[in-house]
T-cell receptor, first 115, second 114 residues
Framework: GENVEQHPSTLSVQEGDSAVIKCTYS??????FPWYKQELGKRPQLIIDIRSNVGEKKDQRIAVTLNKTAKHFSLHITETQPEDSAVYFC??????????????FGRGTQLTVWP | DVKVTQSSRYLVKRTGEKVFLECVQDMDHENMFWYRQDPGLGLRLIYFSYDVKMKEKGDIPEGYSVSREKKERFSLILESASTNQTSMYLC?????????????FGPGTRLTVL
């Protein structure tokens, strides 16, 4: 099966700085890469996703890039704010038998934004 | 608005008890999932189901079983609870097909086994 690795496990930034979280995956057939945000005491929620036929996607202050050749994808948050503080999970979906929708998650990154 | 609910937010059980965790979704999703979340280990898949009465093992199925008798309901069963099953349990659901991949999560059940 797929194996997703996520780095760093913790990240602290000053408010207004940028934050970058990186993930690698093992299955070259994986075709969908979502990012989830989990605030303290709450459920994970999808914040952005990218499909394998796209190299970059942006939504206001967050962006995701995908390098299929290197099998890695990254989350970029610009102009960070204290409310960005949360655990962020990357995930990958297998390309084979893909209608089942199973996601393979990274271990998460605890992002702390200091005011 | 998709809603995934779980029967309990907090649960305390004793070693050896049989434990049922219930999950219900109201969006007619085909797929349902049970994850376990532990600090530093992320979201680990226990079991998933892509249809009524169908189930597939995830990465850590040992000590757990599941039941899906109706499309909207997916139950996680701990046959004989042990202290190492103390954890946060998250249920999720999603549609099938290449265009609908988002998994919607429930609020979680914090299970403590004494």
């Amino acid at each position: 099966g797929e194996n997703v690795e996520q780095h760093p496990s913790t990240l602290s930034v000053q408010e207004g700085d940028s934050a970058v979280i990186k993930c690698t995956y093992s299955d070259s057939a994986s075709n969908y890469f979502p990012w989830y945000k989990q605030e303290l005491g709450k459920r994970p929620q999808l914040i952005i996703d990218i499909r394998s036929n796209v190299g970059e996607k942006k939504d206001q202050r967050i962006a995701v890039t995908l390098n299929k050749t290197a099998k890695h994808f990254s989350l970029h948050i610009t102009e960070t704010q204290p409310e960005d503080s949360a655990v962020y999970f990357c995930a990958a979906r297998e390309g084979r038998g893909s209608t089942l929708g199973r996601l393979y998650f990274g271990r998460g990154t605890q992002l702390t934004v200091w005011p | 608005d998709v809603k995934v609910t779980q029967s309990s937010r907090y649960l305390v059980k004793r070693t050896g008890e049989k434990v049922f965790l219930e999950c219900v979704q109201d969006m007619d999703h085909e797929n349902m999932f049970w994850y376990r979340q532990d600090p530093g280990l992320g979201l680990r898949l226990i079991y998933f189901s892509y249809d009524v009465k169908m189930k597939e093992k995830g990465d850590i199925p040992e000590g757990y079983s599941v039941s899906r008798e109706k499309k909207e309901r997916f139950s996680l069963i701990l046959e004989s609870a042990s202290t190492n099953q103390t954890s946060m349990y998250l249920c999720a659901s999603s549609s099938q097909g290449p265009s609908y991949n988002e998994q919607f999560f429930g609020p979680g059940t914090r299970l403590t086994v004494l």
